[in-house]
Nanobody
Framework: QVQLVESGGGLVQAGGSLRLSCAASGSAFTFNTMDWYRQAPGKQRELVAG???????DYADSVKGRFTISRDNAKNTVYLQMNSLKPEDSGVYYC?????????????WGQGTQVTVSS
């Protein structure tokens, strides 16, 4: 069974940096897309950054220029480098992966990792 495990979250002061990792196991295929979402209390889950198999990336406007998403297909791992962190970046960050094999489409979610940015 495919499992996504996030790591790298924690407490950091504003202006600091964190690197999140999401390791996927149990898949023999390279995921078509891997993404990072985040959710703050009382807010809906939002897309932070995504990357496809061609290394094309998308970012939320609020994180452009500060966050960088990358992937290592050999390891089925996606990373999110977060710099110049702000308190509003706080929340639970979730890894998401999508896989398409012929006409079959599957989506997978990690359990999340907490990121807290203090003033």
């Amino acid at each position: 069974q495919v499992q996504l495990v996030e790591s790298g979250g924690g407490l950091v002061q504003a202006g600091g940096s964190l690197r999140l990792s999401c390791a996927a196991s149990g898949s023999a295929f390279t995921f078509n897309t891997m993404d990072w979402y985040r959710q703050a209390p009382g807010k809906q889950r939002e897309l932070v950054a995504g990357i496809n198999s061609g290394d094309e990336t998308d970012y939320a406007d609020s994180v452009k220029g500060r966050f960088t998403i990358s992937r290592d297909n050999a390891k089925n791992t996606v990373y999110l480098q977060m710099n110049s962190l702000k308190p509003e970046d706080s929340g639970v960050y979730y890894c998401h992966a999508a896989l398409r094999v012929f006409s079959t489409k599957r989506d997978y979610w990690g359990q999340g990792t907490q990121v807290t940015v203090s003033s």
